[in-house]
């Protein structure tokens, strides 16, 4: 099966500045921050005039956005700015532990907070947005988990014993 390739079936500008509204081929509707972009790359900085961004278009069948001066950006990258500015939830938190196969205890090691803390979060607690960022980073390369990931075991462990050997224990 092919991934999903990304295509605009309409764009037009946002309510706040440097924002787009991009309704997707699946029928997905996006409110994207292009701030970032506009502000942080050269290229885009003729974008800084707020007229100048409204002037936003679909290019290329859907394959991209585009401005009068030949500024253009794709529609993959478009849709990647989407994902990380979407809030994750309760439900999209399960499934990101489902996906990775990870007990409340190893999700809680791998991102570096209590249990608890893992479990205010499917019961619809706010995630941070370091750790929605953490996430989707992990989700992306899974070398990432593979670096943080402790397997945890069932049940309480196993305590040390408080006596010495018999071997060790003093003569009689």
């Not at 859907?62 to 700015?81: N, Q």
């Not at 439900?91 to 803390?117: C, M, Y």
């Not at 996430?135 to 943080?148: G, Q, S, Y």
């Amino acid at each position: 099966m092919k991934p999903y390739r990304p295509r605009l079936r309409s764009i037009r500008p946002g309510d706040k500045p440097y924002t787009v509204v991009v309704r997707w081929t699946n029928n997905r509707l996006d409110t994207i921050d292009l701030t970032g972009l506009v502000h942080r790359t050269e290229a885009f900085a003729p974008l800084r005039e707020p007229e100048a961004f409204r002037e936003v278009r679909a290019i290329a069948h859907g394959w991209g956005i585009g401005w009068p001066g030949d500024l253009d950006y794709g529609a993959d990258t478009l849709r990647r700015l989407a994902e990380e500015q979407r809030e994750m939830g309760a439900k999209d938190f399960a499934r990101w532990r489902a996906a990775q196969e990870l007990s409340i205890h190893e999700a809680a090691d791998v991102l570096g907070v209590n249990p608890s803390t893992i479990k205010s979060y499917a019961r619809g607690a706010r995630i941070p947005k370091v750790v929605q960022i953490a996430c989707r980073a992990i989700a992306e390369d899974h070398a990432i988990l593979d670096a943080l990931y402790r397997p945890r075991h069932a049940g309480r462990p196993r305590k040390e014993s408080a006596r010495r050997p018999a071997s060790a224990a003093s003569p009689a």
